[in-house]
């Protein structure tokens, strides 16, 4: 029943701004927390940033830190990361998660968005 639907992503040049989507369809529990997740060829993926659901505290990998920002508008269950000074390390497919409480795993997931910086 839970849908989790990334849009957003595309081909942009380094020190060019994109903005991702993830909408949260036929929700059957309650968020705790909401993240975006990365993953670039022949790379793990790794965690970039996530957002409390209700107190809106954030949290960052060091290298997206002053460049992205992480949102939500709860009314809508819909999650945005806004990605400005894009480097080419940033290049990869992007993931949108969430997870239920504190000590739960991410356990629902988006289907990925392809973000590609070029130089």
């Known amino acids: 029943q839970v849908q989790l639907v990334e849009s957003g992503g595309g081909l942009v040049q380094a020190g060019g701004s994109l903005r991702l989507s993830c909408v949260v369809s036929?929700?059957?529990?309650?968020?705790?927390?909401m993240g975006w997740f990365r993953q670039a060829p022949g790379k793990e993926r790794e965690f970039v940033a996530a957002?409390?659901?209700?107190?809106?505290?954030?949290s960052y990998v060091d290298s997206v830190k002053g460049r992205f920002t992480i949102s939500r508008d709860d009314a809508r269950n819909t999650l945005f990361l806004q990605m400005n000074s894009l480097k080419s390390e940033d290049t990869a497919v992007y993931y949108c998660?969430?997870?239920?409480?504190?000590?739960?795993?991410?356990?629902?997931w988006g289907q990925g968005t392809q973000v590609t910086v070029s130089s």
């Open positions: 957002i409390n659901w209700s107190g809106g505290s954030t």
């Open positions: 036929k929700r059957t529990f309650s968020i705790y927390q």
């Open positions: 998660a969430a997870r239920r409480g504190m000590f739960t795993d991410y356990d629902f």
